[in-house]
């Protein structure tokens, strides 16, 4: 393709799959392009797969959803920018830029919080020079091309909601059932341990008392820390689904393993307190130097309500933690400690892109752990614009639509503490006195659309 050049962003169709004007951000580092989908649905038979799944092709317009089906070429595992690595499927079709049409291949991904629906990777820019310090040097196209395709809003309609919980009758599971209900969805109450997976290529299922479980429109997943392992392959079975799940599974296991979290963070710029990991026994003494010397906060890997939390005051008692913690095999890091925090911490309650709530947690008695479950008392709060976008970009980070982002205000300004994907709603709600449940169940309205199949199927199966 002679003198056909493109720049670092460019307007471009997808015409077999209904997408008349998208647009996209060249990504040379990337081998394969990507396309944001949602509901991605696996279909079709072993012989001639195929994949239907929902896209909004405008990023500032949730509501409007074109559904698109295509062949499966491929099954790749693909790792993102944030580092994430998910199994995605590959279709080829073809691609329409300044008058050119030639085919690409792509995979689906969910690219929800991304600026741009597509990615063009390189296969996809064979022969075809990239000025990546210029825009659109192709023709550029409307988002208007869409009023011509069906934009009505979809009916509203009841959802199928499954919630994977172990806890039934805990404040958060009753809360999301009430508000899910009072929006006329229906839910069910899926204990994750009592599932069984079928992982099976092309019709992967969840089983749940001796059945198949249909097809469910939406997954809440509220997986306990000690069910991470297991909760994880189970939310990732309704991923495989093409059920939407309100945080992925590869997100939840990001955020539960605070060393992967950390890294994660460190590489979003997102500030933290600093931070370091050994395994080695030899290197105890620079271990604590690393995190700035004694105090130090020395933190089990697998801790939750500050139960595996420490605070050494001197190097010495620093050293012995961290032996005793050596000798039990257990994973930690040492973290500088954040005095001037005297105890509180900011807990930002994120639901989409937003921070929808907020409180700051202090401890009851000179603790300087501030957990609510370790008799901590929390406060409504106004949080900063900082400590807002922070929240925003930690969530988004790690892929989580739901979050409670933990941040510490420290005399260099805020940082995140950590990011936890199944925040109770209990101190939240009671304390800010918002209605976060029906925020969550708004969130999920919003961005599950199935296509006619999806509720074609459920209806056979029952
Ligand atoms: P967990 O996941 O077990 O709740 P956190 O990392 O959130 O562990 O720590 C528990 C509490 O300890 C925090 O809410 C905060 O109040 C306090 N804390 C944790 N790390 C630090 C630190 N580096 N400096 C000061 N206080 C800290």
Known sequence: MNDFSVGWEEWLALPGLGLPALKAKTDTGARTSALHAFNIQPFGSEANPKVRFGMHPIPERPDIAVYCSASVVDQREVTSSNGVTELRYVIKTPVTMGGRTWDIEITLTNRENMAYRMLLGRTALDGISVHPDESFRQPQLSYDLYATLVKRRPVKRSLRIAILTREPNNYSTRRLVQAAEAADHVVELIDTKRCYLNIKSHAPEVHYDGKPLPMFDAVIPRVGASLTFYGMAVVRQFEAMGTYCLNGAESIGASRDKLAAHQILARHRISMPTTAFANSPKDTESLIDLAGGAPIVLKLLQSTQGKGVVLAETKKAASAVVSAFQGLDANFIAQEFVKEAAGSDLRCFVVGRRVVASMIRSSADGDF???????????????????????????????????????????NGPKVLEVNSSPGLEGIEKTTGKNVAEIIIEHIEANVRPPKMARQRAVRIE
């Open 369 to 411: 752990r501030s957990n609510l479950h370790a008799g901590g008392v929390a406060k409504k709060v106004r949080i900063t614009k900082q400590e807002r976008v922070m929240a925003q970009d930690a969530a988004r980070a790690l892929g989580l639509r739901v979050a409670g982002v933990d941040i510490i205000r420290s005399e």
